[in-house]
């Protein structure tokens, strides 16, 4: 089967289906007037050592309002991004309806925010690790009511409780990350194993 996105409506479906399992940034934001803002993204990845930088693709409308986190961002250039764990996977799905821009999702989901050492926007204190971040640039990708927001970010501070490390390395087993597959599916991160990379040496 070959399947061509031009003349394939649901080919978000299937991208999301195979690029899986996908991070989750839930993100927290404060507007210029003071409203606080979570929602969660899966469009998410690292994607640069130094300076530590971080990606999430954010559709700037959702069907019926715009989305309120790029709006956020846009306009204080801060954000945090809260790692979601198994504990609270659940308060995260309800943070992720359209609500309207004054309602405050931390209330919605009963978490707590918490402030952050170097941006404006509050971190959250339920999760394990928070990601305090700085915005380098937002590239447009698609047109109209498709568009999106490439959001590109420094990592200027990040938060971990203790609780998770064992011999200075965050442990997976204590994070309990969640990962994001197709739909509504979600997949644990505990079932790990080791593969070592191999060296390549010249003889000569
Ligand atoms: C697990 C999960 C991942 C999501 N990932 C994305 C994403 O990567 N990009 C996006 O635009 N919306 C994503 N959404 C939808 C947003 O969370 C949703 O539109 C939310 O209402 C946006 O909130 P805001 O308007 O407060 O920013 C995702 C939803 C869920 C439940």
Redesign the pocket.
Known sequence: MIIDPKSNENFYYTLTGVVIP?P??F?S?ISLSGEL????????NAVSSNPPTVA????RN?PS????????IESTKEFVINI?TEDIVEA??L?????P?E?N?FEIAGLTSAPSELVSAPRLLESPVNLECKLTQVVSIGKDQTE?GLVLAEVLIMHIDDKIVTNNRVDPKKLKAIG?LGG?E?SHTDRSFTLVRPNYETTS
């Not at 999430?56 to 559709?59: D, E, G, P, V």
């Not at 943070?95 to 609500?99: F, G, K, R, S």
């Open positions: 996908r989750i940034a993100i934001t803002n979570l929602a969660p993204f899966s469009f998410f999430i693709s954010i559709a959702a309002k715009r989305k309120d986190t790029l709006a956020n979601v995260m799905n943070t992720a309806a359209e609500y821009t309602v999702e999106s994001r509504s979600y």
